[in-house]
């Protein structure tokens, strides 16, 4: 009896993971293993002995009221299980114990006492949590990366797929999980590739393909890895892979590759692209092969008159009026800037003529705002393959630049014309205060004893000396009242901007420095450059003059008008300081026709 007793406290104490402890009536130790020791000490800090009773050495726990209530239901010869969970006390470590609670029957039917077996299942729930953890992981990952795996039986023909991989595909678990229901949901154009790709003739598979969604019939990009696995006698057995969505990122790859070879503003091919497919053009077949340039007149005069969305628009225009005039097999690109050029295959010199001609009379017809779109074009022709392509293209250039010494000039005096009738069509007042100023110009040419060309040029700057608030806001113009610090800011450029049109016509170079100037002062601190006494032109010093004596003598944004006297008072005044001394004599005397009065 006493070898079968040290023989079961042998197997007890040789468990690693059973505690086993036995308890009288009473609910005091009789026995337990070292496990058990262990455990109550870590978990309820109690240093247990024989005789002492398990409800003391649970002490103040919470499991102690849930522990006597169960001992109570096995005292009663009824048998116990549960699935406990413990904190460690030292370092807050969870056990987790599979505890069962037996009676214990002496001969005569009595129960004696309670065996208590727990099994501490600990490592298995922590693996438990790291599978579900992981599985976790595995999904989400699945469904950020749009991706799904699958694995395909190749004895039953059968498949099966994630959850993941079925919203990608649209289907559900009563979709036929066959071979033929896999080509199924392939595009038709792309079924050849994806039936090669089950043969069984490779080991790994990478490669993109569209499919069909069961759910919607939405065509969708995806990416399919697979790897075959083969039993011992090396025949595959199955394939286990993954299938991504990544129409997102063909999308975006089609978007760059666009971007790349596209220019951003007109939509049409750009220099790259157009560099590579006069590479691939220059080659016998394509001869005749002409190159066509094309060149926008003013783009910068309408870009400082009207603002750069203004020329933008333009060069959009002209891009379609190029795009109407081109064949199927022709290449229409904008090189940068306001150039363009039209690469046509198969086209002599009389056919390239009549596309010009074509170009022409389209951009004729063709308006932005009030203003003409003009284009110069030169063209050269490419015969035979011993000529070089790039001389071919520099001759091109070359014709064009000549063409555009002739048209520019005359689009930059219609251009011109079109921004002074706008900003007439923006401010009423502007059109009669030019009007006068120009007017008062000339009498003081005349005064003067100017010659006539001077005189005219005189009268046309004082015409023209506001010609840069087109490019002001229209609010700004017509403000009642002072204006903040801002828009005095803001108005102050109208010279600046004034010469950068006019100084794009050469016959205007005078003017336009002129027009800068008409805001100098005779003392140094006017603007944009802060001229003194004689460095301000005289043109703008005399247009300083007309110009402030008209507002002043005319109703204006700034409040009622001066008589003639009281204008030409603060003219005197100012002699010296704002204005140059001499003038205002001359324009009081001779101009005017009166004298100064204080």
């Given at each position: 009896m006493e070898y079968k007793n040290t023989l079961i406290r042998a197997i007890f104490e040789s468990s690693p993971d059973v505690l086993v402890c036995s308890l009288d009536?009473?609910?005091?130790?009789?026995?337990?293993?070292?496990?058990?020791?262990?455990?109550?000490?870590k978990i309820f800090g109690a240093n247990i002995r024989v005789g002492m009773s398990i409800i003391d050495a649970f002490d103040d726990h919470s499991y102690s009221t849930r522990a006597q209530s169960k001992f109570e239901r096995v005292i009663a010869g009824e048998g116990i299980s549960e699935l406990a969970e413990f904190e460690q006390k030292d370092d807050g470590q969870i056990h987790y114990m599979q505890i069962y609670g037996s009676p214990v029957i002496i001969s005569n039917g009595e129960v004696a006492g309670i065996a208590i077996f727990a099994i501490n299942i600990s490592e298995l729930k922590r693996t438990e949590k790291l599978l579900r953890d992981s599985e976790y992981f595995l999904l989400e990952s699945q469904r950020v990366s749009h991706s799904g795996s699958y694995a395909i039986n190749y004895r039953t023909g059968l498949w099966q797929s994630s959850q993941t991989l079925n919203k990608i595909l649209g289907i559900d678990e009563s979709y036929p999980h066959t071979l033929e229901g896999f080509i199924a949901l392939v595009h038709p154009d792309w079924k050849e590739r994806v039936d090669e790709y089950f043969q069984l003739d490779k080991k790994c598979y990478d490669f993109e393909y569209q499919i069909v969604r069961h759910e919607n019939g939405e065509v969708r990009w995806v990416r399919g890895l697979g790897e075959l696995e083969f039993n011992v006698e090396g025949e595959p057995v199955r394939m286990v892979g993954t299938i991504q969505d990544v129409t997102a990122h063909k999308k975006n790859e089609e978007k760059i590759l666009f971007l790349s070879y596209h220019d951003q503003l007109t939509g049409l091919y750009n220099r790259r692209f157009y560099e590579e497919e006069l590479k691939r053009l220059d080659v016998n077949r394509n001869y005749p092969l002409t190159v066509m340039m094309a060149d926008v007149n003013g783009l910068k005069l309408v870009n400082d008159s009207f603002g750069h969305e203004f020329g933008d628009e333009l060069l959009r225009k002209v891009g379609k009026v190029l795009q109407k005039a081109c064949r199927k097999d022709d290449i229409l690109?904008?090189?940068?800037?306001?150039?363009?050029?039209?690469?046509?295959?198969?086209?002599?010199?009389?056919?390239?003529?009549?596309?010009?001609?074509?170009?022409?009379?389209?951009?004729?017809?063709?308006?932005i705002g009030s203003l003409e779109i003009s284009i110069s074009i030169g063209f050269e022709t490419k015969q035979y393959p011993f000529q070089s392509i790039e001389e071919v293209f520099n001759k091109a250039e070359d014709n064009m630049y000549k063409m555009k010494l002739f048209e520019?000039?005359?689009?930059?005096?219609?251009?011109?014309?079109?921004i002074v009738k706008t900003l007439y069509e923006k401010n009423k007042y502007e059109e009669y205060h030019s009007l006068r100023v120009s007017q008062l110009c000339q009498g003081m040419g005349i005064a003067l004893k100017l010659p006539d060309r001077e005189i005219l040029e005189l009268k046309n700057a004082g015409l023209m000396h506001d010609i840069g608030k087109i490019a002001i806001d229209e609010k700004i113009l017509n403000k009642h009242g002072l204006l903040s610090e801002k828009e005095l800011k803001e108005i102050k450029r109208h010279p600046e901007i004034g010469y950068r049109i006019l100084s794009t016509v050469n016959d205007l170079a005078d003017t336009a420095n002129d027009v800068l100037a008409h805001h100098e002062r005779w003392d140094g601190l006017g603007y944009p450059k802060g001229l003194k006494g004689e460095q301000i032109p005289l043109h703008a010093r005399i247009i300083a003059i007309a110009d402030v004596y008209d507002q002043m003598t005319n109703e204006h944004c700034c409040g009622s008008p001066y008589t003639p006297e009281r204008a030409l008072a603060v003219l005197s005044k100012n002699a010296g300081t704002l204005f140059d001394s001499d003038l205002v004599q001359i324009f009081i005397d001779k101009v005017v026709g009166m004298s100064s009065t204080d």
């Open positions: 009536r009473g609910y005091h130790y009789l026995y337990y293993n070292s496990k058990h020791k262990d455990m109550m000490l690109a904008r090189l940068g800037g306001d150039e363009f050029v039209l690469l046509l295959p198969k086209t002599d010199i009389m056919t390239a003529d009549q596309i010009l001609k074509r170009i022409k009379k389209a951009a004729l017809q063709e308006k520019s000039p005359s689009m930059r005096g219609k251009a011109i014309q079109t």
